[in-house]
């Protein structure tokens, strides 16, 4: 029998009881493995945490959307919200790391021939292979179509030359899944652009050295310099030209929907820290919690939480059904991190001086939170995607289009 459900009620329609399983293994796994580290990561910002990385690698959940055939856990998209919000109420730097992996295992998913599945997810599944995905350049940023890294043909091989910076586990990753121009001058950026996959022992491929960021302390997303870095015809991703539909429908099937999962992790957190604190407060013969003032704020607060997870996990769930749902998975990332940034915002000023200890808890959070913004696309990139649905111009539906991969087969809810 499961264990005794602890989500919310209002979850319950997007969760089998397996979800309801794992939902209780990854509170006990961040309590017991995540939390005691989380004060060592934020204490020593500049270094790189790699056990917590080989404690979940050990559990088979960078493959949680592999199919077993592939050694992974075929638990599909809301298994992998579970996980990523579960640990981000606790480390959203632990879940930062998982998250980054398990954008390039959803390109490989949709894009990979069967022998390059074979050659890579089982690396993945069994926790020897971390990836990256490395798309973001020091000038184009996040704009695909100003990309300037080159991969030119040389015979049987390919040469990539460029750099990539803000790259999600740069330090820990066995290979790359790097996007390189392979088209000339003037040809459109929809047919100008390739995927490859660059292990991380090429020759030319250097990392820069970890530097920490404002949140996410223990994370890595470092610079890649690629100096000529030769790889194999076998090390194409889809076909030729086809990168920018491999970087797109990752970054909304998977880099939206993972960002939202970890914004909402770390809201859970806010709130969660904020009613403690005001509860433990004395004033005027009460408690902090008691003045109508505050607990105004609180319900503000309580109101984004509970919309921001029903989003969260409505949106995966059609995901998982097979069904079109792409700007519901663009909104989820974007209405969440709005709402968690909001809600961090007010809890700072809730707790006056307080929040300014550098070792509060509080402070991690909303340095955090900051980290969820930039990433699969800003504010406004997310609502210009949304103006296209509106406009009903949203023509490629990634949900839609790749629903054979999409559509996770759903274990029975009253199965042990």
């Not at 397996?18 to 580290?37: K, M, S, V």
């Not at 730097?93 to 890579?120: C, D, M, N």
């Not at 991380?200 to 970890?210: E, T, Y």
Request: hydrophobic share 45%; net charge neutral; charged share 20%.
């Amino acid at each position: 029998m499961p264990a005794t459900p602890t989500t919310p009620p209002a979850l319950r329609p997007y969760l089998t009881a397996r979800h309801e399983l794992l939902w209780n293994e990854a509170d006990a796994f961040a309590a017991e493995h995540i939390a005691p580290r989380a004060v060592r990561m934020e204490a020593a910002p500049g270094r790189v945490e790699r056990k917590v990385a080989d404690l979940m690698a050990a559990r088979g959940w960078f493959a949680v959307t592999v199919p077993s055939a592939f050694g992974g856990l075929g638990a599909g998209h809301v298994a992998k919200t579970v996980l990523l919000h579960r640990i981000g109420c606790v480390s959203a730097a632990a879940a930062a790391i998982l998250q980054a992996t398990l954008i390039p295992v959803g390109a490989l998913l949709h894009f990979a021939t069967y022998e390059q599945k074979s050659r890579w997810l089982p690396g993945v599944a069994d926790g020897s292979l971390l990836l990256s995905i490395a798309v973001t350049e020091p000038t184009a940023g996040g704009h695909i179509g100003g990309i300037e890294t080159t991969a030119e043909r040389a015979g049987d091989h390919w040469v990539i030359t460029g750099s990539k910076v803000h790259i999600g586990n740069s330090h820990l990753a066995g290979a790359h899944l790097v996007l390189a121009r392979t088209a000339e001058a003037g040809v459109r950026t929809s047919q100008a652009l390739t995927a490859f996959m660059v292990e991380s022992d090429r020759h030319g491929l250097s990392v820069a050295d970890h530097r920490s960021g404002l949140g996410l302390h223990g994370f890595s997303a470092g610079r890649l310099d690629l100096d000529h870095v030769r790889v194999p015809g076998g090390n194409v991703i889809g076909e030729i030209g086809q990168g920018l539909s491999v970087a797109q429908s990752s970054s909304i099937l998977y880099g939206r929907p993972n960002l939202a999962a970890v914004s909402l992790g770390i809201h859970e957190a806010v709130v969660a820290t904020t009613t403690a604190r005001l509860k433990a407060r004395p004033r005027y013969g009460g408690a902090l919690s008691d003045l109508p003032v505050l607990r105004d704020r609180i319900g503000d607060m309580e109101a984004r939480l509970r919309a921001g997870r029903i989003l969260a996990y409505q949106s995966v769930h059609l995901l998982d059904q097979g069904l079109s749902c792409d700007a519901d998975l663009i909104n989820s990332k974007y209405l969440g991190h709005q709402w968690a940034m909001t809600s961090a915002q007010d809890a700072m000023e809730l707790h006056g001086a307080q929040a300014l200890d550098r070792d509060y808890v509080l402070q991690r959070l909303w340095r955090d939170i900051q980290h969820t913004y930039p990433p699969a696309g800003t504010g406004e990139v997310q609502r210009i995607r949304l103006a296209d649905a509106a406009f009903d111009e949203d023509h490629i539906q990634w949900s839609e289009r790749l629903a054979a991969e999409s559509a996770w087969a759903q274990p029975d809810p009253t199965a042990a």
